[in-house]
């Protein structure tokens, strides 16, 4: 994983995590890695994993279970709101790139539109 340098570690791995989750590569129920294993994966120190786990866990996105490790929470409610979350969060981004390069909301419309139907082919 590769860090932007404007934006704190632990808010980046909590991304990538809420990303993981969202995507279904870590499920509801799911044990997600240890601590020490997810500080090798992205090359971090163990206390930044550690933040990122407990500011998931006070949202509720995980909970622990002692001895055992980090679990994906089991509320579909909760995990269906991050991914809305998510996605409103990515169109904000690419709406207001578009409105920085010039385009009007109807014309990002037929932007998009058009875009889409020759990915098709």
């Known amino acids: 994983m590769e860090f ?3 934006i704190p570690i ?3 791995i909590e991304q990538y995590l809420y990303r993981e ?3 279904g590569k870590l499920k ?3 044990k997600i890695p240890s601590v020490r294993k997810l500080a090798l994966e992205l090359t971090v120190n ?3 994993v550690q ?3 407990q500011q998931m866990n006070n949202q509720g996105i995980l909970y622990t279970k002692r001895g055992e490790g980090n679990f994906v929470t089991e509320d579909t409610e909760l995990l269906a709101q991050t991914k809305k979350t998510l996605i409103d969060d990515e169109l904000e ?3 207001q790139n578009m409105t920085r390069l010039g385009l009007k909301e109807n014309e990002l419309i037929s ?3 058009d875009y889409l139907r020759g990915r098709d082919k």
Do not use: C, H, P, W
């Open 51 to 53: 933040r990122a786990l």
């Open 111 to 113: 932007a998009l539109e």
């Open 10 to 12: 632990y808010l980046q």
């Open 93 to 95: 981004s690419f709406v």
């Open 4 to 6: 932007k340098d404007n």
């Open 46 to 48: 163990v206390n930044t």
């Open 21 to 23: 989750i969202a995507m």
């Open 28 to 30: 509801a129920g799911e």
